[in-house]
C-alpha cells in the first residue's frame, strides 16, 4: 500500500470548513484514499473514501487531485465533537483482505 | 443495527498470564479483523478472520493468536504476557465486499499487564 503523508496536526475554529490535506504521491490506478478519524479512546471510525471522483456524504467530502497524488477531507461546518486524529489511508481494495496501515494521522482541533 | 461489541473493556494482567478477547461483529458482516494500539507503535494490524479462516497476518509474534466461531465472532488470545502487550486491542468488521471496503471499529479492550 501506498504511504501518505499528513501535516502532525491543524487547528480550526468552531463553525468554520475544516481541510484536511494528504499526501500520497505514490499512489497505483487501482488504490483507493480511505479517511478515519478518532476520537481519544475510541476506536476509529470510517469517514468517507474514493478513487478517482470527488465524494461526499453526511459527514464530510474528499477531494482528490487529477493526478490522484494528493487528497483532501473537507469537513464544511467543524464542530467541538469533531477533534479528534484523522488518519488518510490508501489501500488496494482486494476481496482477500481488510488490513489497513494507519500512519500517525493529523490531529485536528476544534475551538470555540 | 448494534455495533462491534468488544469485552471485557479494561482487563489487567501480570506478565507470564495470557488473556483472551473478545469481538462480536455486526450481523452480517463474515470478516472480524484486530488491530493493536499502543503511543510508540500506533495502531498496528494484528490478524484478520473471515468465514472461521485466517487469510492475513501481520507481524506479531506466535504469541498472538486468533480464531472466529460459525457465527463471526472472534476471540484473539496472548499468551506469556509481556509489559510491551499492555495496548488497546480493537477489532473491525466488514462486509468484505470487493472494491472499497469500510471497516467498523469496536471501542477495544484496553490491557494492562503489570
Known amino acids: 500500500d501506498a504511504k501518505t503523508t499528513q501535516p502532525t496536526s491543524m487547528d480550526c475554529a468552531e463553525g468554520r470548513a475544516a481541510n484536511l490535506p494528504c499526501n500520497h504521491s505514490?499512489?497505483?490506478?487501482?488504490?483507493?484514499v480511505y479517511w478515519y478519524r478518532q476520537i481519544h479512546s475510541q476506536g476509529p471510525q470510517y469517514i468517507i473514501h474514493g478513487l478517482k471522483n470527488n465524494e461526499t456524504n453526511e459527514m464530510a467530502s474528499l477531494i482528490i487531485t487529477e493526478d490522484r497524488k494528493s487528497s483532501t477531507l473537507i469537513l464544511p461546518h467543524a464542530t467541538l465533537r469533531d477533534t479528534a486524529v484523522y488518519y488518510c489511508i490508501v489501500r488496494v481494495a482486494v476481496a482477500s483482505g481488510s488490513r489497513l496501515t494507519f500512519g500517525e494521522g493529523t490531529q485536528l482541533t476544534v475551538n470555540p | 443495527k448494534a455495533g462491534v461489541t468488544q469485552t471485557p473493556r479494561y482487563l489487567i494482567k501480570t506478565r507470564g498470564q495470557q488473556v483472551t478477547l473478545s469481538c462480536s461483529p455486526i450481523s452480517g458482516h463474515r470478516s472480524v479483523s484486530w488491530y493493536q494500539q499502543t503511543p510508540g507503535q500506533g495502531l498496528q494490524f494484528l490478524f484478520e478472520y473471515f468465514s472461521e479462516t485466517q487469510r492475513n497476518k501481520g507481524n506479531f509474534p506466535g504469541r498472538f493468536s486468533g480464531r472466529q466461531f460459525s457465527n463471526s465472532r472472534s476471540e484473539m488470545n496472548v499468551s506469556t504476557l509481556e509489559l510491551g502487550d499492555s495496548a488497546l486491542y480493537l477489532c473491525a468488521s466488514s462486509l468484505a465486499l470487493s472494491g472499497g471496503e469500510k471497516l467498523f471499529f469496536g471501542s477495544g479492550t484496553q490491557l494492562s499487564v503489570l
Open positions: 505514490t499512489i497505483s490506478g487501482n488504490e483507493y
